[in-house]
């Protein structure tokens, strides 16, 4: 029987972050690639806890791998505490369990609202400019001119009250922290991280704090591997799903 392979894109994204990917997952997955609340053909945003909850009732109770990006992995690592019987494998692409700290929780929850307010106002050209130049995307001046072109296509087309409205909903300050559920985690767990992300730190916590979850950091990537690296990227996740496929 073929497994459903569920991926979550991150903010800003859509469906289409995975399309280097689509054909290799395709050969060995069905796949369920929906654009998250707030984004694409979503347009109406929902906290993370909300959109896990929504996924849950799609699978219908069926098992599904699940491989997340960034906002995506921290929906995917709700969705594996909050329904654990609908996730078989877990991969976190980038992955935070959001912010522990309520005081650093609510500077961010602020900053959120602000930059939320920025997009309204200034409009999504003017976001997206400013959002390429985070520095979690330093690394992205070396990527194929074509990629980095097709990525900015697909931020510009969303509608900014959208991605305004996820920003309020789904961000790290708005989020429930996870960090003391992470150990209820039992299904097998791959965290892939970019040696040159900034945010690496955090992902090593979810890895550290999931038992017998493996890590693997990805050379010369940095926030996304999934772009950066593609063809190390994609052989790491199909190796780790496909490890129990004969059994």
């Known amino acids: 029987m073929t497994r459903t392979l569920l991926l979550l894109h991150g903010f800003t994204g859509s469906h289409d972050a995975w399309a280097e990917h689509r ?18 053909a979503s347009p109406e945003a929902a906290s993370v806890e909300a959109t ?6 799609q699978l219908g109770g069926s098992r599904a791998h699940v491989l997340g990006y960034s906002l995506g992995a921290r929906i995917a690592l709700r969705l594996a505490v909050a329904h654990p019987e609908v996730v078989d494998r877990l991969v976190l692409e980038s992955p935070s369990a ?11 929850r602020h900053a959120d609202v602000q930059l939320a307010e920025d997009i309204e106002r200034d409009g999504i050209e003017a976001f997206v400019d400013r959002w390429e130049r985070n520095p979690v995307f330093t690394s992205h001046a070396a990527l194929d001119p074509a990629v980095a072109a097709r990525q900015r296509a697909v931020r510009l087309a969303h509608d900014p009250l ?7 909903l789904a961000g790290q300050g708005a989020m429930q922290p996870l960090h003391t559920q992470l150990r209820e985690i039992r299904r097998p767990t791959l965290v892939v991280v ?16 999931i038992p017998a979850a493996l890590l ?3 050379d010369g990537a940095g926030h996304t591997p999934h772009l950066e690296r593609p063809d190390a ?11 129990d496929a004969v059994a």
């Open 162 to 168: 959208g991605l305004a409205q996820s920003l309020r």
């Open 52 to 57: 896990a909850d929504g996924l849950a009732r």
């Open 23 to 40: 054909l290799a997952f395709e050969r060995e997955f069905d796949l369920l690639a929906p654009d998250l609340p707030g984004h694409g």
């Open 216 to 218: 693997a950091v990805v």
């Open 194 to 209: 970019g040696a040159l992300d900034p945010a690496r730190p955090r992902a090593e916590d979810v890895a550290d704090g």
């Open 98 to 108: 959001g912010i522990a700290d309520d005081a650093e929780r609510e500077a961010r």
């Open 233 to 243: 990227f994609r052989r790491l996740v199909i190796e780790f799903l496909l490890e």
